[in-house]
């Protein structure tokens, strides 16, 4: 499901096991090697733009190189200004949030002890529970867990709080979520066939994502991927869907990585299913409350998966938000990494309250110039942001949560159809596909 | 169970919220006040968590302590303790002088409330007197020097013959003034107070009209390094290296330069880098097997611990310079190294 990322289809000089570095100590000069282009300001350059299928115009076309080079440099200072900034105070904030979310859990789980109390026919303690254990649940996933395994916090220097200590409550292990998200997924933003976050690899979010027979149920498999959202993220994480495609094809030694992934994967469920639906329960059952709190565990796991899903799936799929060519991306500088973040991601207004509980992923666009940027410093700069894409006429896209979220399930529904050719009915296109889908007993694939 | 219970964290984070302190912690301390002692240095009183192990008196702990946010690992030496480790009753404390610049220094005796939670490494070092007091010693301090031998006058009461010379810039500088002076005066050391406004800096030389038995002492010498590398010059060129003992804080001074060598430590490879070039690019090209990821500084996947040395961020510039037992994490696809660094890989 996901493509190897770039370095290694670029790099010839990874290592070979077989270079004896370990039979003595080895001195040698490095090399001069190219670095990175995303590390560079200068050097944009004017570059042909590929038309997209759905024939939309580009969106920095407007720009010229100087402007790009002009934008990264001002976001760069933009950045270094908050990034210097940062001090006790904000130390102060992930600390508290922190011990609010472990207080939250603690007195949310024992006053579940007691959920199978009944008062006058409602059980007032399994709803003050379940309410504070999903909240806590949401705030251990987004605004910390998230922006901890970001490495927003690493300046810290705190080993507890850490990008490399930091494990989740998720049953994706933070290993493999910190690959597909932090590396793929934010190197490679809106890049159609690149970011598989468009649409996860099950959901047809952009006119120019190919449409295949799949696409028809994906209402469907929406609301399933929502409901199950963490074990869609794990199985995501995982790769689990480009393996089951390739697993023919693919050497023993890959196979036994991903098993190894897998394992991992498993140990993480068991651990966080036997907490929330065994251990807890069996700790509620002296008060009689096993079975309220084992309901409990269960809707506050499903209130998280779907919360967490509703933000997520306003960050990068409602109207206005713009994906990018893979061509586009070729020998990128820093500037036009920028410009595609933020063209490639949208914001959620609302309150101070909401932002918290979306863990600041409400300030998408800012998120995605800065991940490593601590998420409390978002609210601060978004003016800013807003501001110098106006003046450079760039679209920040924004709007409140129900506004994105029907844009967005606006999006599923309509792109679950074929895009409209002139002079062919949709309706002819599904028949095509399906007749073809018989002969080749296959659906086609996924959307890419 | 008491795992099952807090996965995906560990019992001691929600034991933490309750009861820091607690045996089996990782070693904390409450600030419990902060005495000035002259105008840049200050005491500073330490209630530590119930897994302190005491130390002996010469010996040094490491704190680290938040300053602006930033954990911060510093060593000082122990020079008063009161308490049986391991109580609520024990205490410790360090004294601070606040160097130019110190960042840690001038936190703590500027800075610092009464209240403050540290974190604690157990007590180390070789700097102690042995089990059975030597029959003549010699203590060399200078500045805040002093510390780990304030720790010994203050609990070895073996020791007979002492002599003690302390030397400090000018009279107002001198830490602990009135209770050294006041030993000088007790007999409890031979006591000689030297300031280099007045007499100038120590020469080794005047050790022979100083404290003229200075060859019969086991000597104990702490202060900056200028003084222990004369120290060990002036020791050896008599033949009495084993006579001396001296404690060092900074064996290596990290001054960030251009470029530079990096060591991975554990792959034993040694490269020269120049300071353009990012630490994972310079790794790979020597066949080191370096984690890796977005190569442009936003996923972390290439975090590595930097045992010391200096490195310089290729995107804006900022040096990080790690002293040795600090083991920072360090990104290896925006840093350059500076001078020189150890990576652990």
Redesign the interface.
């Known amino acids: 499901m996901t493509l190897a990322?770039e370095?290694s289809a670029t790099?010839d000089?990874?290592?070979?096991p077989t270079?004896p570095?370990?039979a003595?100590?080895?001195?040698?000069?490095?090399?001069?090697?190219e670095?990175?282009s995303?590390?560079r300001i200068e050097g944009a350059e004017a570059r042909e733009f590929k038309p997209k299928r759905s024939g939309k115009p580009n969106p920095m076309g407007h720009l010229t190189p100087e402007q790009v080079e002009e934008i990264g440099r001002e976001l760069?200072a933009l950045r270094?200004e908050v990034?210097d900034s940062?001090?006790?105070?904000?130390?102060?904030y992930i600390r508290k949030v922190i011990?609010t979310q472990?207080?939250l859990e603690?007195g949310s789980r024992a006053v579940l002890l007691f959920s199978g109390v009944k008062v006058k026919g409602v059980k007032p303690f399994w709803w003050l529970g379940t309410t504070g254990l999903s909240i806590a649940k949401i705030l251990e996933n987004m605004e910390i867990g998230h922006n901890v395994?970001?490495?927003q916090w690493?300046?810290?220097?705190?080993p507890?709080i850490?990008?490399?200590a930091w494990?989740?409550?998720n049953v994706s292990p933070s290993s493999q979520w910190?690959?597909s998200h932090?590396?793929l997924h934010?190197?490679f933003t809106n890049v159609l066939g690149r970011d598989n976050d468009l649409g996860y690899g099950i959901l047809r979010v952009d006119e120019d994502q190919r449409w295949t027979l799949f696409c028809l149920g994906q209402p469907i498999w929406h609301v399933i991927n929502a409901a199950m959202f963490e074990y869609s993220i794990a199985a995501y994480d995982l790769e689990l869907g480009g393996y089951l495609a390739k697993r023919n094809r693919m050497s023993e030694e890959e196979k036994a990585e991903f098993r190894a992934r897998a394992q991992e994967v498993l140990v993480?469920i068991r651990?966080?299913a036997?907490?929330d639906y065994?251990?807890?329960p069996a700790?509620a059952a002296p008060f009689g409350g096993a079975k309220s709190t084992l309901t409990a565990n269960v809707v506050a796991n499903l209130v998280r998966n779907i919360w967490t899903n509703t933000v997520i799936i306003c960050g990068h799929f409602p109207e206005g938000i713009e994906t990018f060519e893979k061509t586009s991306i070729e020998g990128e500088t820093?500037g036009e990494?920028y410009l595609r973040q933020m063209l490639g991601s949208g914001n959620i207004s609302g309150s101070k309250f909401m932002h918290i509980m979306t863990g600041n992923l409400s300030h998408q666009v800012e998120h995605h110039l800065f991940?490593?940027m601590p998420s409390n410093r978002y609210a601060e700069i978004s003016p800013r942001i807003q501001e110098l894409m106006e003046r450079y006429d760039l679209k920040y896209v924004t709007g409140s949560l129900p506004k994105q979220v029907f844009s967005v399930y606006k999006k599923v529904v309509q792109l679950s159809l074929p895009n409209k050719v002139e002079g062919r009915r949709r309706r002819d296109t599904i028949k095509l596909a399906a007749k073809r889908a018989i002969k080749r007993k296959s659906l086609g694939g996924r959307p890419r | 169970?008491a795992e099952?219970?807090?996965?995906?964290?560990i019992p001691a984070?929600?034991l933490d919220?309750f009861d820091p302190m607690r045996e089996g912690a990782d070693l904390r301390g409450r600030i419990v006040a902060i005495t000035p002692q002259t105008r840049d240095a200050a005491t500073v009183t330490i209630q530590p968590g119930r897994g302190w192990r005491g130390y002996e008196p010469g010996q040094y702990i490491r704190i680290g302590i938040?300053v602006?946010?930033?954990?911060?690992w510093r060593a000082y030496s122990v020079c008063d303790s009161t308490g049986i480790p391991g109580t609520k009753d024990a205490t410790i404390s360090i004294t601070v002088k606040a160097i130019p610049d110190g960042v840690v220094s001038n936190h703590l005796v500027h800075r610092t409330q009464p209240g403050c939670v540290v974190m604690l490494d157990q007590a180390t070092g070789e700097f102690v007197l042995p089990r059975t007091a030597p029959e003549k010693v010699l203590f060399i301090t200078a500045g805040s020097g002093i510390t780990p031998v304030m720790g010994m006058l203050r609990s070895r009461e073996d020791l007979t013959d002492v002599a003690h010379v302390h030397c400090a810039p000018t009279a107002a500088d001198v830490i602990f003034a009135k209770e050294l002076r006041g030993y000088g005066e007790n007999g409890r050391t031979a006591y000689i107070e030297r300031h280099d406004d007045e007499h100038g800096m120590l020469d080794l030389a005047d050790l022979d009209r100083l404290v003229p038995d200075w060859r019969e002492r086991d000597t104990w010498v702490c202060g900056p390094t200028g003084l222990l590398d004369a120290a060990e010059a002036h020791w050896e060129a008599h033949g009495l290296t084993d006579r001396l003992t001296v404690e060092r804080f900074r064996p290596t001074i990290i001054e960030p330069g251009e470029g530079g060598e990096?060591t991975f430590l554990s792959?034993?490879?040694?490269?020269?880098?120049?300071g353009?070039?990012?630490i994972l690019?310079?790794g790979?090209?020597?066949?080191?097997?370096?984690p890796?990821?977005?190569?442009?500084?936003?996923?972390?996947?290439c975090?590595v611990t930097m045992r010391q040395g200096a490195i310089r961020d290729?995107?804006?510039g900022e040096i990080t310079v790690a002293e040795p037992g600090d083991n920072?994490?360090v990104q290896t696809?925006?840093n350059a190294v500076a001078g020189t660094c150890d990576i652990e890989l």
């Open positions: 990322p370095r790099q000089h990874t290592v070979s270079v570095h370990r003595g100590s080895v001195r040698t000069a490095a090399q001069h090697s670095v990175n995303r590390l760069d270094q990034m940062r001090g006790e105070k904000d130390a102060a011990k472990r207080y603690m395994m970001h490495g690493d300046w810290m220097r705190d507890k850490h990008s490399t494990e989740w409550d910190k690959h932090n590396e934010h190197t993480k651990q966080q036997t907490k065994v251990v807890h700790m820093r990494w991940p490593d | 169970m099952a219970l807090a996965t995906p964290l984070d929600y919220l938040d602006n946010g930033v954990r911060q990096i792959s034993d490879v040694t490269v020269e880098a120049d353009a070039t990012p690019d310079a790979e090209n020597a066949g080191v097997l370096m890796s990821g977005c190569r442009m500084g936003i996923c972390m996947g975090i290729l995107r804006t920072l994490s696809c925006v």
